[in-house]
């Protein structure tokens, strides 16, 4: 176990701490709520970015940006979601800063107040769908399939690095439609983007559901959701897809001319990941010497360390190593040659360690003559002799057995935490137990939903889409139920 690290079994919130910070991924801010993303959890984000940006452009969407800020009554004519999203808004109400005459330093100039208060964006259907209003005005213009990677203030009172900061990065899709049908298969199929993601990519298995009414995103008619499981046993929403319905296409008046020339209000849908993404994946994969990465979002996926001693020795090593390289690249591997001398092997190994890094690859002198190099897999610490000659093609095949290893392992974990409870006191037993999803009645009311949330401090996390009927009595009422639900204490 690395020292550093405080070990999950004794605290697993200092832990993850510990590794954000340890691992490079982030550090604080000077500003009370937000973080600065560090160079590799930066790429990290790019790495992710990356390859949603090509799924959603392989699905027909095109990118574009809105402003940062929202004129104050935008969001009032959305009822709910001004509801919704009131208490966490940032509001800027002037322009320009002075001088204190009487020398106390700089003040707000109060001859300088807006004459309409701007909001921050928290997120940013209103001054979408205000655009969209110049945008759409026949059947022809449909359907619209608009994202954008931006950053959003949402004011945090408790804030955790990645899982809810004041000001976080992300990305939205809003798309405009013809027919109800057509938005409903668009929030599907969005939905189904980020499961698949989660799985293939970040080797974290989720459950694809719907939200409850009181769970649903503020101003949507329906909200589906992808939830996985951390190893602490809480859970944690991972992405969104929101049917908007009709309801911001009449707040901003979006209407369309159809096919029989009659005028309707277009249906809507918003879908959206962020940077939580990458405090998930810490917290779904890593141990207590620092992250694991999957090898597919890795950064760095392989890095070679030369061990030796003298100028000839490393020479020799270099010769060697300098066309294996070339191998690795040409295969798409991502690969990095630490022959840094200012720093020993043994302290190298301990830092890819914390990192993270999928493969680890030693190279001494005593290899040379064996025509072998010592690797090592960061997700199970073996180690193996390996023959130099096709070590690119041998490491790229590890590098998909570490991916699925990975996966593997969260999904049996996850699986080993979503147990069945048919009376309160068996609910209660497994929350403050071993945690996990607790698969349980519910009489389908929101008042129930409120009362089990307000005793547990567990919620509705989901009700799976592939949820099976079964009659039952709620956990808590007793009441008729048809379906069990997935609740959890959560993130």
């Not at 984000?45 to 929202?70: C, V």
């Not at 992300?170 to 405009?176: M, P, S, V």
């Not at 096709?390 to 979503?418: E, Y």
């Not at 929101?446 to 099976?468: F, H, M, V, W, Y």
Request: proline share 4%; net charge negative.
């Amino acid at each position: 176990m690395n020292k550093e690290i405080t070990p999950r079994d004794k605290d697993y919130s200092q832990w993850y701490n510990d590794i954000i910070l340890k691992a490079g991924l982030a550090d604080y801010s000077a500003v009370r709520g937000c973080m600065v993303i560090k160079p590799y959890g930066f790429a990290l984000w790019e790495n992710m970015q990356s390859q949603l940006d090509k799924r959603f452009k392989e699905t027909g969407h095109q990118n574009a940006y809105f402003p940062l800020f929202i004129p104050k009554s935008f969001l009032s004519r959305e009822a709910a979601h001004i509801e919704g999203f009131a208490k966490e808004c940032a509001v800027v109400t002037h322009y320009r800063l002075k001088n204190d005459e009487s020398g106390s330093g700089i003040i707000v100039d109060p001859e300088a107040k807006l004459e309409e208060e701007l909001i921050v964006r928290p997120t940013s259907e209103t001054i979408i769908w205000n655009t969209y209003k110049t945008w759409i005005q026949s059947y022809r213009d449909l359907p619209l399939l608009i994202n954008q990677w931006a950053n959003v203030v949402r004011w945090e009172m408790r804030t955790r690095l990645f899982l809810r900061t004041t000001e976080f990065l992300w990305q939205e899709g809003h798309t405009a439609h013809a027919t109800s049908e057509e938005a409903i298969a668009e929030t599907m199929q969005m939905l189904n983007v980020y499961a698949e993601f989660a799985e293939e990519w970040m080797a974290m298995p989720v459950i694809r559901g719907v939200k409850s009414e009181n769970e649903r995103f503020a101003g949507a008619v329906d909200t589906f959701c992808i939830e996985a499981m951390m190893q602490d046993g809480k859970a944690l929403q991972a992405g969104t897809s929101h049917f908007l319905g009709q309801n911001f296409a009449k707040a901003f008046d979006v209407k369309f001319s159809d096919k029989q020339n009659q005028l309707d209000y277009v249906w809507a849908t918003s879908w959206g990941v962020s940077t939580r993404l990458i405090g998930a994946l810490v917290m779904a994969h890593s141990d207590d010497d620092g992250l694991v990465l999957p090898p597919k979002l890795a950064p760095i996926q392989v890095v070679v360390i030369p061990i030796f001693k003298g100028d000839e020795q490393k020479k020799a090593i270099d010769e060697k190593v300098m066309p294996l390289l070339e191998d690795f690249k040409a295969l798409g591997i991502s690969v990095k040659y630490d022959d840094d001398e200012s720093s020993r092997p043994g302290w190298k190994f301990a830092e890819y360690e914390m990192k993270g890094v999928p493969v680890r690859i030693a190279i001494g002198a005593r290899d040379l003559e064996k025509n072998v190099a010592e690797v090592a897999r960061r997700d199970t610490k073996a180690k193996e002799s390996v023959s130099l000659d096709g070590l690119a093609n041998t490491v790229h095949v590890l590098l998909n057995a570490i991916q699925n290893s990975i996966f593997q392992k969260a999904k049996d974990f996850r699986d080993s935490r979503i147990t069945k409870a048919d009376s309160w006191e068996d609910f209660m037993e497994i929350l403050d137990g071993k945690g996990g999803f607790v698969s349980a009645h519910w009489d389908g009311t929101a008042g129930t939903e409120e009362k089990i949330k307000e005793l547990s401090k567990a919620t509705i996390r989901c009700i799976p889409l592939d949820n099976p009927a079964e009659e039952g009595k709620d956990i808590l009422t007793g009441k008729p139920s048809i379906q069990r639900v997935l609740f959890a204490r959560a993130y």
